[in-house]
């Protein structure tokens, strides 16, 4: 395995590299105040009580104009510090808050409800409660399998959860003209091979073709974007990455490109079903759009030519 220490203090941001501009800050494309990246009058449910989804994602939305913030987390004390901050962007905003373990349908099925019953209209869910428990000191074999499979128990599992029961909700309303709309977090984890991230980086990979999955199961409902971003000063952090003094990301970075996927879903629709990275420019992006819908970029794929027409002349 690469020794981390001796990479360059940018490399996890310049080695994923997709367009020629790449970010670590918020910038004037993504700016959530920006009249183009308007959300007033819609409500978001975000799974946000520490972390990006605190300091970034939430924030980003409250700066967007959204007439409502609906915050579901383990930690219901937690909810409500990041309620105080996000009163202080805008005081006029209506939050809910809701403890519940994503993990459990039960509890998500009783928040939803609760939910609904405020809120008729949920515009936009985002995936981004998520946990990063692999026993990183020992080798596969080793790993308790329960710890192992916690990752998928909130990451895949919860996630899952809460997209079902945002889609029951959604589905009766959403359109082509207004469709409904899901972003996940993922990482660069993913695609990426790294032993000591087994179970975190195999759940994220999963979150990346529930995506393609859900994109294609509604095409005309519903708008599915999977999101990395990048490397992020949270708790979920592993120790080795940390020792290895990489730069971080301002979680406003992942908050700013959200709210724009968010925003015009006709403009983001052509990385429904894919996945991106906050420090991608998202103006080069939508300057390559055609080259990623012909060619099928962004999406996780099995590496290999297939079809029967390679064996024929």
Known sequence: MLDLATLPKDWVVTSGQFTRKA???????????????????????IGASRGIGAKGIAPAFAKAGVKAIVLIATNAAKLKSVEEEL???????????LGADISSAEQVTKAWSEVNARYPKVHVLVNNAGVECTQ?????????????????????????????????????????????????LSSSSAWGVWPFLAAY?????????????????YPETLLAIAVNPGMNDTEILPDSLRAAGFNFNDPALTGGTIVW???????????????????????ELVARKEEITSKNLLTMQLKAILGVEQFIG
């Open 23 to 45: 970010y670590t800050k918020i910038y004037p494309a993504i700016n959530p105040t920006e009249p183009e990246n308007s959300l007033k009058d819609k409500t978001v449910v």
């Open 261 to 283: 996927l968010a925003a015009d879903p006709a403009r983001s629709q052509f990385l429904n079903g894919r996945v991106l990275t906050t420090e991608w420019d998202v103006e």
């Open 87 to 97: 009163k202080k962007i805008n005081p006029h905003l209506e939050i809910l808050t």
């Open 201 to 217: 980086a195999m759940s994220k990979a999963v979150n990346i073709m529930y995506t393609t999955t859900l994109a294609a199961a």
């Open 136 to 184: 990183s000191d020992k080798m596969m074999h080793e790993q308790d399998p329960d710890i192992f499979m916690k990752n998928f128990e909130v990451n895949v599992k919860g996630t899952h959860i809460m997209t079902q029961q945002f889609l029951q909700a959604a589905l009766p309303w959403a359109s082509t003209t207004d469709k409904a709309r899901v972003i996940t």
